[in-house]
Structures are given as structure tokens and as C-alpha cells.
């Protein structure tokens, strides 16, 4: 398995809280992605990264921001969270041939 | 934008039957087509990929099948098996480092 971690694994907040999830990767690899999963939606990507301090936006970025301080982690921050951001949120790194390797989840619900 | 749909949402079948899910893209462009299973509680795991200059690929009991005319692949279970139950997703990648996820189909196999 790709060496990726994700944390918190599990999270319950309030509407209007900031909140931080954390992907951890050992495989020193340049690209590190954030995706939401939600029922009919599938997986859809909030954020990129192609380097340290090096992101981008994906489809459904609005209300999230990112940094990469270094190369093993990038950060997702909701700075206020909504009931709208209830989702489970999967952590990515590239293969070799373009697939695409993922975390276990965070699963995170605002109340 | 690419755009990936995928048939049907849902899929039953009796173990030992085959289970064919259906996906189709929009972009042209898109050269690279994974399939990920998702198993309760876990990050999607990459089972088979084909490129675009390939029709089909086997791996086992699963097979994956291109048609760069009509813009549809699909993905063929033979032999199912309860352990095949789980939600899997088709992708598409209209260019390097960015898949465009399906909307995930949740098989069942009933022994």
C-alpha cells in the first residue's frame, strides 16, 4: 500500500468552526490531491498540489483552502465550516502509470 | 470540462453471474480509463486500467473494454463472488494527473 495517512479519521463539528484535515505522504512524491466523496456525486477534486507551495483548484473548491509546507503533507482547511461540507474526504497521491492511490478518509460532519 | 457518467447506480446479482457497469466521457482527449473498487470504510483501490490505444484488458475474472468512437468503457465481472460486492467507480483522464471520477455503482453478490 501507498504510504499515505490521513487525520483525523473521524470529526464532528459545528456550522461556523475553522477545521483542519491532514494527509500525510512517505512516498516523497510531488502531486498530492484532496477529493470529496458524496452520495451521486462520487469523487470530486477540491484541491491540487504539484509541489511545495505549489497548488491549484479542482472542481468543487469554493469554501476550502490548501497549503503544502512541505513535501509529505497537505493541509485542507475549511475556515468555516458548513452543513454542506458534511462529506467524507479522500487524500491522493500518483503511481507511476497515472492511477491514482488513496488514504482511508476523513470522515467529517458539521452539525 | 470532462464529464464521466456511469450505468446503473446500482447493480444485484446472483454469485456466480456476471456484472457489467457501463461508463461514458465526454473529452475526446482523455487517454486513461481506471476502474476502483471501494470497499465499507475504506479509500477506493485501483482494480484494472486500460489506455486509449488499447480495446480491452483482462486481468482474471475482470475485464475492462474500451470504445473510443461512441466514447464508452465498461467493466466486465465474471464468475461474481460475495467478496466482489462493493461500489465501484470508472474515471476518465482528459489529461496528465487529473481523473474525473463517475458517479460509483454499488454491486451487490448474493451467495
Known amino acids: 500500500d501507498a504510504g499515505i495517512t490521513q487525520s483525523p479519521r473521524h470529526k464532528v463539528t459545528e456550522t461556523g468552526t475553522p477545521v483542519t484535515l491532514r494527509c500525510h505522504q512517505t512516498e516523497n512524491h510531488r502531486y498530492m490531491y484532496w477529493y470529496r466523496q458524496d452520495p451521486g456525486h462520487g469523487l470530486r477534486l477540491i484541491h491540487y498540489s504539484y509541489g511545495v507551495k505549489d497548488t491549484d483548484k479542482g472542481e468543487v473548491s469554493d469554501g476550502y483552502s490548501v497549503s503544502r509546507s512541505k513535501t509529505e503533507d497537505f493541509l485542507l482547511t475549511l475556515e468555516s465550516a458548513t452543513s454542506s461540507q458534511t462529506s467524507v474526504y479522500f487524500c491522493?497521491?500518483?503511481?507511476?502509470?497515472?492511477?491514482?492511490?488513496f488514504g482511508e478518509g476523513s470522515r467529517l460532519t458539521v452539525l | 470540462g470532462e464529464n464521466v457518467e456511469q450505468h446503473p447506480s446500482t447493480l444485484s446479482v446472483q454469485e456466480g453471474d456476471s456484472a457489467v457497469i457501463k461508463c461514458t466521457y465526454s473529452d475526446s482527449a482523455s487517454n486513461y480509463f481506471p476502474w476502483y473498487k471501494q470497499e465499507l470504510g475504506k479509500g477506493p483501490q485501483l482494480i484494472i486500467d486500460?489506455?486509449?490505444?488499447?480495446g480491452e484488458k483482462k486481468d482474471q475474472r475482470i475485464a475492462v473494454t474500451l470504445n473510443k468512437t461512441a466514447k464508452h468503457f465498461s467493466l466486465h465481472i465474471t464468475e461474481t463472488q460475495p467478496e466482489d460486492s462493493a461500489v465501484y467507480f470508472c474515471?476518465?483522464?482528459?489529461?496528465?494527473?487529473?481523473?474525473?471520477f463517475g458517479t460509483g455503482t454499488r454491486l451487490q453478490v448474493f451467495p
Open positions: 474515471a476518465a483522464s482528459p489529461y496528465t494527473d487529473k481523473l474525473i
Open positions: 486500460i489506455r486509449s490505444n488499447v
Open positions: 491522493a497521491i500518483p503511481g507511476n502509470t497515472g492511477e491514482l492511490f
